[in-house]
């Protein structure tokens, strides 16, 4: 329950965001997309109009959400993840911590700056990938893998800050598991199309982001072995 406190004093916001472009994409953008779609899906363009509207719906609002109203509550259930399993010797090397009843609490502030740059590239090519929709049957689920594809690996952006990686080694990383990554950024953009409830979806990811990394510091064995230092004594109770 000590993590809902990031997602609460959010809620009001991101609920008129969501209302409101929800409205509005589908007061005025359903029937015109209704219209094209009419032409390669025939009579299940009424349904697959629906599912692309929601899919640029959730674009928008994700985009809008990550980049300006939630990232630093995104970066504090992360962060308080990794508290919460022992992990705090990573946590340090980006943000002081503080001596406090809860890994929420505890969190201080930054060192390390945690916020994901804005990529015009990266934003152009999940635009791009809005045409797949007008493939019949299966363009709505080559949309969703693509989607998958380019955002599964955004899901550990703030990992590659705390480990300090160099491009190069991220390059490899994300390489590495890239089907790991396909498949959590499909269930991601899959659970960002419920309407309103997307916003609470946006916390879960990252609470599963931050337990995935638990997995793989665990299970590679790539935190430090031997003598604790100095600042791991420090934060010795998480």
Not at 6 to 20: G, M, V
Not at 140 to 167: E, N, V
Not at 188 to 200: D, G, K
Request: proline share 6%.
């Amino acid at each position: 329950m000590h993590l809902w406190p990031p997602f609460l004093k959010r809620i009001p916001k991101l609920l008129i965001l969501s209302t409101f472009i929800l409205t509005f994409l589908f007061t005025f953008t359903y029937l015109p997309h209704v219209a094209i779609l009419i032409l390669f899906h025939g009579p299940l363009a009424w349904v697959n109009a629906a599912f692309m509207v929601l899919n640029e719906a959730a674009m928008i609002i994700t985009f809008i959400a990550e980049n300006f109203m939630v990232e630093e509550g995104l970066v504090d259930v992360f962060d308080a993840v990794l508290l919460d399993h022992g992990l705090a010797p990573l946590v340090i090397t980006a943000r002081e911590l503080k001596d406090a009843p809860t890994s929420v609490e505890a969190l201080g502030k930054y060192t390390k700056s945690p916020y994901l740059r804005f990529s015009l590239s990266l934003t152009m090519k999940f635009i791009l990938t809005l045409p797949l929709n007008f493939i019949p049957l299966i363009g709505p689920f080559l949309y969703i893998l693509a989607q998958g594809y380019l955002s599964g690996p955004l899901a550990h952006y703030r990992y590659f800050q705390l480990k300090d990686w160099t491009p190069k080694q991220e390059k490899k990383w994300k390489r590495d598991k890239v089907w790991a990554y396909l498949g959590f950024g499909a269930t991601h953009i899959t659970l960002q199309l419920f309407p309103i409830l997307s916003i609470f979806f946006l916390f879960t990811t990252a609470c599963g982001a931050g337990l995935w990394t638990v997995e793989i510091e665990r299970r590679e064995g790539l935190l430090r072995v031997g003598e604790p230092s100095e600042e791991e004594r420090l934060c010795h109770r998480f």
